[in-house]
């Protein structure tokens, strides 16, 4: 049982149980230190606080200090459940535990019990064990498992914190946190997954306390995209199934069964991802989500182990499946048929900027400028020296410098469906591709490329209609990415995407990842615009009313039957 459990086995250490058993009171009629019938006090175990209940059915003893926020037990009230159970209630948030175990009929964790002993001259003896790493492990495990189900971000909160004062590492968490929630995310994984894949690498590069806020950011958006949902049934392997070809084909049973077949057989990691990468890097797909997830899916991967691929992947392929596929919209139709006389093989072998010397400057300012998707400027870039990865430092600067003069007015312009999050994928987007393309390059991840810069191009669409905006001045964290050391400025800058208290979950998954994608992006780019990009969307004010924008929305369509104005 134990060792089904994450980080039980590695905290074997500490296997003897340190007790200590004081007297606490007595039953005797004749002893100053009587404890009544249906009455309790707080007495002291060593140095731990105990609460000393009597009812009808004996005498015991819970820790005093409530595992909500640590109030008194004694002070709350003793009572009884509907089943005629003894209970204490903790009157600050209204906790009940029954008083024979300690066990949670209200509220969320249980308080632990501890032995008590009645000598025949009504002495009371408490013993209080310390419990082993282990075995706290294994009740902590259960009592994760249980606040990631239902939400309970304290609870959650709580149970991390004493799981890695146990022992337990940030990977093993967040593995447990994607088994529970990855298959019951409704349409695939999405957002919350990437947010974890972030989260957890902040984590693991932060110490000690500071480790719990991105850790806890991670599952907190688990558990609010999976909550009460039903988990989705797994197809049974098949290793027959191409899984770019099912999900080319819109079929997500197969595709899952795919996956799970190519891991069956203990397929490479690298042949898994091609199969992903040939299938998102096929077509533009939800503003480039499916590239996006692919990547953090790996790297996620990478951090809690390989062995939990089955976990994870069967449901970025049902997110894949599902993507809106962006290019066969009336808008791209034309650059579609553009892109699709490029020849990608030829691209995909062109020399490359770092030994040819290709600078970024000229093709940065067409992305900025041109009035139509500059496809043919790309590709003529790549053959003269750019090769993919000089288009996609011209891409990655490109959206910098659009996130550096994005007009803030557009921003909380209600009938505008134009904002921040429009922008900021051009720069995780590319980010993207660049990972594809370095673990595997070929013309797939050419063409994924060459979607990052139609992307960069197409976020122009509100300058080109409003006009450019003024470029925004370096104050604040802008200001420190454009001269202090970038990995500090990124450490800034993760941290208050963090600690956004105003933020939802959706709105923090997009700062913690464009801020991640900016430090990577700044580093290959050698620019710091990216991180100032990124700085700038971290301190700015956002548009958060998502109700108000659905009730103009929906308003709009209703009274006039229009689709709103792209
Ligand atoms: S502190 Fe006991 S219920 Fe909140």
Known sequence: MKSEQPGAAANDLDQ???????????????????????????????????ALIRTSEGVFALDNACPHQGYGLVTGDLGV?????????????????????GVCTVGQENVACHQVHVDDSGEISVTVVEPTDSERLEKLWPSLKAGLENAYVGQVSRDSIRLMDSGA????????????????????????????????????????????????????????????????????ADAHISVSEAIESEDADAAMAGVMGMLSRDAEVAEVRH?????????????????????????????????????????????????TREDKLPYMRKPMRVMQGLDFAQLSACADRSETGWTPDELVQTLLTSDAAPFEQCANAVRDGA???????AVSIAVSQRLLRFD??????????????????????????????????????????????????????????????????????????????????????????????????????????????????????RSRLPLMAAARFV????????????????LEFIRTQKPPTR
């Open 16 to 50: 003897v149980n340190p007790s200590m058993t004081a007297k606490v009171g007595s039953i005797s009629d004749t002893s100053e230190n009587r404890l009544e019938v249906n009455s309790m006090k707080m007495a002291k175990v060593g140095e731990t606080p105990i």
């Open 81 to 101: 459940d509907g089943s005629g159970d003894p209970v204490v209630t903790c009157q600050w948030h209204n906790w009940k535990f029954r008083v024979s175990d």
């Open 169 to 236: 590492t940030p990977a093993e968490i967040m593995a447990e946190a994607l088994a529970i929630g990855a298959p019951k995310s409704e349409y695939g994984v999405g957002h919350e997954m990437a947010l974890a894949a972030d989260c957890l690498h902040l984590a693991e590069l932060w110490e000690g306390d500071d480790r719990a806020l991105p850790l806890i950011q991670g599952l907190a958006g688990i558990g609010e995209v999976t909550r009460d949902r039903a988990p989705q049934v797994v197809p049974k």
């Open 275 to 323: 199969h992903f990468l040939t299938a998102v890097s096929s077509h533009h797909l939800s503003y480039g989500h499916g590239a996006i997830y692919t990547q953090k899916a790996f790297e996620l991967l990478d951090r809690i182990g390989w062995d939990k691929a089955g976990t994870l992947l069967p449901h970025l392929a049902t997110s894949i499946t599902y993507s």
């Open 387 to 393: 090769g993919i990865e000089g288009l996609l430092d």
């Open 408 to 525: 803030l007015g557009v921003e909380f312009d209600l009938d505008r469906d134009f904002g921040w999050l429009d922008i900021t994928h051009g720069l995780t987007y590319a980010r993207a591709a660049r990972w594809a393309w370095q673990l595997d390059p070929g013309p797939h991840t050419a063409r994924l490329a060459m979607f990052t810069a139609w992307l960069a191009w197409d976020t122009g669409r509100i300058e080109r209609r409003l006009g450019v905006g003024p470029t925004a001045e370096p104050i604040g964290l802008m200001g420190k990415a454009q001269t202090d050391d970038i990995h500090s400025v990124a450490t800034a800058l993760a941290t208050k995407a963090m600690d956004d208290r105003g933020g939802s979950f959706i709105v923090v998954a997009h700062l913690v990842k464009t801020t991640q994608a900016a430090l990577e992006e700044a580093e290959f780019t």
């Open 539 to 554: 301190e700015a004010p956002r548009k958060e009313r998502f109700v108000a924008s659905a009730v103009s929305e929906s």
